[in-house]
């Protein structure tokens, strides 16, 4: 499925370009950190703000009539940022140079930790500016880590193969271009005939496995933390692993190896599952 990565900008008209230039000067380019630049589009001027996220764009309305919230269409904007403290910057930052806006006030009926304040530009469109919030950050922690093709699915799906000794099933949930890296970017191998004829030997190895320790989701990252089965001059024994994945599409595209010291025996006293 393709995951929508974001607003890529937004288009507002506006009665006045000149007045709303210079409160978005304000809002966004003093206060909230955007760049500008200007561009023309069939002879009409347009104003830019962007920054790492998305971008605003001002243009002359063509039709002058006031702002309904209520009428179909935008009812309000809201902008994010970080944490509450910021919230409350913005306001202050806002309010010291002359822009009517709340306080920055916590709002429990939408969320425990909603911090909000609230303005109107010349035009009468309403903003916010609000904070990530918990659940937010949750969401987007674990958004990807649900269904067959996840990150988390597909991971564990290679580890399963890994240790029943099934290279082609272990194979394919890379993907064809896939590349292998030792910590922190040294590659190993590149696309399947590469990391095929790079694993053989190891999953003709008896002592085969992996354990896993712990395991973090970040994105389409998946960070492993394993004990492995090694050979040892006096004997089988484990070794660290941190594995890092990158799975998009429902297949690894790149994978990070770090190796580390030799386990104590607690920590892996048999090599069977």
């Known amino acids: 499925m393709i995951q929508l990565q974001g607003i890529d900008h937004i288009y507002l008209s506006v009665s006045e370009l000149s007045r709303s230039e210079a409160f978005y000067d304000l809002l966004l380019g003093e206060v909230l950190g955007h760049r500008k630049n200007r561009f023309a589009l069939n002879g009409e001027p347009h104003v830019h703000y962007f920054n790492a996220h998305f971008g605003l764009v001002l243009r002359p309305a063509r039709v002058q009539q006031a702002h309904q919230p209520y009428a179909p269409g935008l009812h309000h904007l809201c902008l994010r940022v970080d944490h509450a403290s910021e919230v409350r910057a913005v306001a202050q930052a806002l309010q010291q140079r002359g822009v009517a806006c709340t306080p920055a006030t916590r709002m429990p009926d939408y969320a425990p930790d909603y911090v909000a304040t609230y303005l109107d530009d010349p035009d009468g469109i309403r903003l916010e500016v609000t904070n990530l919030r918990g659940e937010r950050r949750e969401r987007h922690d674990t958004w990807l880590a649900e269904g067959p093709d996840s990150p988390v699915a597909v991971v564990q799906r290679q580890l399963d193969a890994y240790n ?32 095929s004829e790079r694993m053989a030997p190891r999953f003709a190895d008896p002592l085969l496995h992996a354990r896993l320790l712990s395991r973090t989701v970040r994105g389409d990252l998946v960070i492993d933390d394993e004990s492995v089965a090694r050979p040892f001059d006096d004997g089988p024994g484990w070794v660290a692993l941190q594995a890092i994945y990158q799975v998009q599409g429902g297949l690894i595209r790149n994978a990070v190896f770090n190796f580390g010291a030799r386990l104590p025996a607690e920590r892996g006293d048999s090599l069977t599952a």
Do not use: E, K, M, N
Not at 176 to 191: C, H, I, K, N, V
């Open 164 to 195: 029943a000794r099934d290279l082609p099933a272990w194979l394919v949930t890379y993907a064809p271009d896939a590349s292998q890296y030792a910590f922190p970017a040294t590659l190993l191998a590149q696309g399947h005939a590469q990391i």
